[in-house]
T-cell receptor
């Protein structure tokens, strides 16, 4: 069965610094996709970045990059140059091939301080 | 390009009542999934629809049901509401190549 583990309940970072949010996953399917979402206090889930299991390069989207280590089954999110608006909950999620169902981790609350 | 639209944003219902939530996906997206988010259980998958057919269902009682229309809009219904159904209900719309899944702003349901 699919499982996503986020071991950091909370993280603190100063503005303009980089931060890494950890995510490990478990699946027996060789084809899968990994997602990161940001959820501000308003509740909306904002799509940040996607990594396919067969993608050769790590995904990047602006200040977000995904450090994908397939052998270790980890998909850490790196946020460079943190901004105050980055303060939110961050969720890692996985989807196996052929399904739309996303399995989510428990989330990491990121607080960016001035 | 409009995003995923969920209505209503907030609902207060009484135990025993039923409720219907609506989700309009991004134009061109044919897959819609629903999730329930609670502080205790986190984000849990409810069901998924593609071209008006339910393709997958999570582990929820039969009081939770849904449907999808020919224009890809989806509704979910919860009958005989219980206090534990209080949650944020999120709808996701998936792109053709399955590399993106966009969520609406959610419907926050409170059962009293």
């Amino acid at each position: 069965a699919q499982k996503i583990t986020q071991t950091q309940p909370g993280m603190f970072v100063q503005e303009k610094e980089a931060v890494t949010l950890d995510c490990t996953y478990d699946t027996s399917d060789p084809s899968y996709g990994l997602f990161w979402y940001k959820q501000p206090s308003s509740g909306e889930m904002i799509f940040l970045i996607y990594q396919g299991s067969y993608d050769q390069q790590n995904a990047t989207e602006g200040r977000y990059s995904l450090n994908f280590q397939k052998a270790r089954k980890s998909a850490n999110l790196v946020i460079s140059a943190s901004q105050l608006g980055d303060s939110a909950m961050y969720f890692c999620a996985m989807r196996e091939a052929g399904f739309q169902k996303l399995v989510f981790g428990t989330g990491t609350r990121l607080l960016v301080s001035p | 390009k409009a995003g995923v639209t969920q209505t209503p944003r907030y609902l207060i219902k009484t135990r025993g009542q039923q409720v219907t939530l609506s989700c309009s996906p991004i134009s061109g997206h044919r897959s819609v999934s629903w999730y329930q988010q609670t502080p205790g259980q986190g984000l849990q998958f409810l069901f998924e629809y593609f071209s008006e057919t339910q393709r997958n269902k999570g582990n929820f009682p039969g009081r939770f049901s849904g449907r999808q229309f020919s224009n890809s809009r989806s509704e979910m219904n919860v009958s005989t509401l219980e206090l534990g159904d209080s949650a944020l209900y999120l709808c996701a719309s998936t792109s053709q190549f399955n590399t993106e899944a966009f969520f609406g702003q959610g419907t926050r349901l409170t059962v009293v």
